[in-house]
């Protein structure tokens, strides 16, 4: 009698082996995505920064003074502009020496309009906050 060698895997252990891969992938692929979602907070911390430092040089232009500088008039493209951007930047709250730049993340690619980093200037210094997705920026 001849002995049939049966090699391969049972419909039941391939069944069992993509339970686990569902289970695994349930597990870790929310923490990706919002990996994922606060590394973009870099492309608006850079840009805050670059809008601030115009901020700055608009200041110095003005005589001491905040009002009038919006990013219509600043010396550098408006950031929401650049392509692929993922935030929408404002200024807003200017008086002679304080304003506030908000990144607010757009919704095109997934983003939530409530996920948003403020960054502050007044006369007691420089703040940074974030909201939503980006809740434990520093």
Known sequence: MKHINKSGFTLLEIIIVIIIVGVLASLALPRFFSTV?????????????????????CYLQRSGNYNGCTLANLDI?????????????????????????????????????S??????QTSSGVGRV?????????
């Open 37 to 57: 979602e606060f590394s973009r907070s870099t492309e608006a911390l850079a840009s805050l920064t670059a809008v601030r430092q115009s901020l700055e040089r």
């Open 77 to 113: 493209e408006n950031p929401t502009n650049s392509p692929n951007a993922h935030f929408t930047y404002t200024i807003g709250g200017q008086d002679a020496t304080s304003y506030t730049i908000t990144a607010t993340r757009n919704t095109r690619d997934g983003g939530s309009s």
């Open 115 to 120: 996920s948003t980093i403020a960054l502050s």
């Open 130 to 138: 974030g909201a939503s997705a980006f809740v434990g920026l520093q």
